[in-house]
């Protein structure tokens, strides 16, 4: 009995985040904090005010993020960690949860493109959910024509929604899918405040106190930061925080046990063994000799 419980709250891991992948997602996650967090350690001269924000350095960073990516993928393609399974499971998970997000409410906040990579994350491990959580962002940028420079931002976000889907302690049960949906709440509020950062430097139409102030102090732009989030974000984020609460405590126990089933009959963490061929000799008629 022990084993069987063990078998539904096992984290399968494809993506396993060892050598050359950690280090990949390790990359990427210093590239990310970096390009969020940089208004807090600039100068007063650093910040152009005018076009788009982000229109000149986001290209870069995209251009940064999807070989770092891609990376953790080959690195575990070389060790043999990572098949043609994990692949085509990674591939059928993000355009699921890409088909998932035109059905969000748009200016509301509300989307459903969360749903499936934090189960994911839960069920295969966090550098799975890290690697899911960008490409579906990505993916769904290209089928709602979301293509801008917010979308490296997005994608760093969703990823770390992912990975810290996978980080949660253990669980099992109706207590495993409660933990997941109050994570899944909390970190739709938490990608709602880090998005902010990616813009936020750029807008000047704002009053003083929630305003940007370049050259300020550390403390001083972080209190105006929460302060801009809170009047202007958070009744975006509540409605995404309470929806992936309401998915995933209403369909995350389904989920969860239809992501371990295809996981085990895919046998992703059993090795591939070639044994050597049987041979048949020719046949013997003993029956004639009689």
Known sequence: MNQIRSLHTARMNIVRMRGRSAFALVVVTLV??????????????????????HSSDAPWLFVALLPLLLAVLFAEMADGTLDAKGIAM???LAACGAALRPLGGGATGFTGVFFLMIPAGRVLGRGFGF????????????LTAGVGPWLPFQMVAAGWVGFGAGCLPPARGRREVVMLAVYAAVAGLAYGLVMNLWFWPFAHNYPRAISYLPGAAFSTNLVHWLHHDLVTSLGFDLPRALGNFVFVLVAGRPVLAALRRAARRAAFEQPVIFEPALTIGPPTNQGAAG
């Open 131 to 142: 690697v899911l959580g960008a490409l579906t962002l990505f993916a769904s940028a290209l």
């Open 90 to 92: 990674l591939g059928v």
């Open 32 to 53: 990310g904090a970096a390009a969020f967090t940089w208004p807090f350690f600039a100068s007063a001269d650093s910040v152009n005010a005018g076009g788009l924000p």
